[in-house]
């Protein structure tokens, strides 16, 4: 088992940059692909990025390509979201995830762990 809190968020103007941090707990986070995902308001959950249990490999939506980075550090149990050029569009709930699987997941059902979310707000 596993658990996630996340940190980094908060209020930032469009085309600023923010860094979400998720610590987890546990021995075995080198075991579990992880991923971040956002929810605004009335929306469901959506995918945001995702990373191998290795790091080898990294999935984004569309739109965050170019934008935004996943990394992980398996030395220090954390997974990082860098959020470059921000757009009033990128606000919401931001939540890592993770499963105890080799390679990236992209539906939220697919995640056993969540944080508790971390608020993004990007001012126009």
């Known amino acids: 088992q596993v658990q996630l809190v996340e940190s980094g968020g908060g209020l930032v103007q469009a085309g600023g940059s923010l860094r979400l941090s998720c610590a987890a707990s546990?021995?075995?986070?080198?075991?579990?692909?992880m991923g971040w995902f956002r929810q605004a308001p009335g929306k469901e959950r959506e995918f945001v990025a995702a990373?191998?249990?290795?790091?080898?490999?990294?999935r984004y939506v569309d739109s965050v390509k170019g934008r935004f980075t996943i990394s992980r550090d398996n030395a220090k149990n954390t997974v990082d979201l860098q959020m470059n050029s921000l757009k009033p569009e990128d606000t919401a709930v931001y939540y890592c995830?993770?499963?105890?699987?080799?390679?990236?997941?992209?539906?939220?059902?697919?995640?056993?762990?969540w944080g508790q979310g971390n608020q993004v707000t990007v001012s126009s």
């Open positions: 990373i191998s249990r290795s790091g080898t490999s990294t």
């Open positions: 995830g993770a499963r105890a699987v080799l390679h990236t997941l992209v539906v939220p059902a697919q995640y056993d762990y």
């Open positions: 546990g021995r075995t986070f080198s075991s579990y692909a």
